[in-house]
């Protein structure tokens, strides 16, 4: 379709196609909004990791960015003193459980919690929550990556991609609150599955929680 | 968890008899998951492999629901079982910590059953009785005030008990009742 919708988000005029999402709208145009779970093909997004807040004039509360729709007209803020407590409390959240120790993780420098940490100035450290530390145990089977579940975090990339893209459906997730985690059946070893290393789900981890070994 | 002699056949025939039950639609799956496990005690993983397969479910997203729900059980019962409350008030007094002595005289965790199947262990929220706490049920005997020294008497009868008398007793009943048939 040649029709267009003109959407302003931080007083920058912006060209959208009806039916996109306001979230890579922004991204297109450079703009820049924090997220983790987002997919673009999903029609209908998890929206789980509220990290894609924004303000949109009329609204009265923050609104996720990448389940909504764009409208002609809709003028949209992606700073605000609310916007931004929300994307620190749920960023916080994210590292209280997270393994952080960015030094020896093989995303180092190329991950995406540093950049998020980076854009909105919030400090990659345990501060205000207290550390919960989970234990697991590493999953190197495969012989070109591994899963390090300590430092996930349960964005579904790699189960889109695994899903999708390979059409294998060996992830998923399991149990629930805080015992949520990444997960194959019977949480059975990656090599013991019908895996066959394609490696689309290693590709899409934001973070170093699917990593290639080192030879 | 390794499955017993015998164990395969039943789980196969019982998914086999309750997919012919139910119309085969993802709708249907936890009702079909609650028959599986009234029927076998637990939800063994060949039972969901098999119900996957009958339902096109992937299988990891029928791990993802039966792990997701407290109802279902993925580990079989053991001979004898503790179910150590956490409920507020024994929580207060710390029934985690009678919990927790429990998991170290199983060798297993919470939610999980000894290879052998003699003990499994499990957390339940308030039994009704918490003036008692922090309790716990052994083998749907109610126990009050289970201190971690308590745990240790509790386990020394369990393990005195299963060991031979009452497997005997019964055994022997058995035998008697076939010689006289
Ligand atoms: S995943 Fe990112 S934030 Fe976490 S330890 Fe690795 S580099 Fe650091
Ligand atoms: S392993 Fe990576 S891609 Fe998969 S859910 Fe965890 S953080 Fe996301
Ligand atoms: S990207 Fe919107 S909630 Fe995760
Ligand atoms: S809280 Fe344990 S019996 Fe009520």
Not at chain 2, 10 to 26: H, P
Not at chain 2, 61 to 80: S, V
Not at chain 2, 91 to 119: A, C, H, N, Q, W
Request: charged share 25%; glycine share 6%.
């Amino acid at each position: 379709m040649s029709e267009h919708i003109t959407v302003n988000i931080d007083d920058q005029e912006i060209k959208a196609r009806p039916g996109d999402k306001l979230l890579w709208a922004a991204l297109e145009n450079n703009i820049y909004i924090p997220h983790l779970c987002a997919i673009k093909e999903e029609k209908r997004p998890n929206s789980s990791c509220r990290l894609c807040f924004v303000e949109i004039e009329g609204v009265s509360r923050p609104v996720t960015a990448c389940s909504r729709q764009v409208q002609e007209g809709m003028v949209v803020k992606t700073r605000s003193p609310q916007v931004d407590r929300l994307v620190k409390t749920a960023f916080e959240l994210l590292l209280s459980d997270h393994n952080l120790n960015c030094r020896e993780c093989p995303a180092n420098r190329n991950c995406a919690l540093q950049k998020i940490a980076k854009e909105r100035g919030i400090k990659l450290k345990h501060n205000r929550l207290k550390p919960f530390n989970r234990t697991f145990e590493l999953d190197d089977s495969p012989d070109e990556f591994a899963l390090d579940r300590s430092r996930c975090v349960l964005c579904g990339q790699c189960v889109w991609a695994d899903r999708v893209g390979a059409e294998a459906w060996i992830f998923g997730f399991a149990k629930r609150g805080i015992d949520r985690v990444l997960t194959t059946f019977n949480n059975l070893p990656l090599a013991e599955l019908s895996c066959n290393e394609c490696t689309l789900c290693v590709d899409a981890c934001p973070v170093g929680a699917l990593y290639y070994k080192k030879d | 968890m390794q499955l017993v002699e015998g164990e395969r056949e039943e789980i196969l025939a019982c998914v086999k008899e309750v997919l012919g039950n139910n119309s085969k639609t993802r709708e249907n799956l936890i009702p079909i998951l609650q028959q599986v496990q009234k029927k076998l005690g637990y939800l063994p993983a060949l039972a969901m492999e098999k119900i996957a397969e009958g339902v096109s479910v992937p299988a990891v997203d029928i791990y993802g629901l039966t792990t997701f729900y407290n109802q279902f059980r993925l580990n079989p019962p053991g001979k004898h079982q503790v179910k150590v409350c956490l409920g507020t008030a024994c929580y207060m007094v710390g029934g985690d910590i009678t919990l927790e002595s429990f998991e170290r005289r199983m060798e297993i965790k919470e939610g999980e059953t000894s290879p052998d199947r003699r003990y499994s262990l499990d957390r339940v929220a308030c039994v009704g009785c918490c003036t008692l706490a922090p309790v716990v049920v052994v083998d749907d005997q109610v126990e009050g005030k289970v201190t971690p020294t308590r745990v240790d008497g509790i386990m020394l009868a369990l393990e005195e008990n299963g060991e031979s008398p009452g497997e005997q007793k019964s055994g022997t009943e058995e035998d008697g009742n076939n010689g006289e048939n």
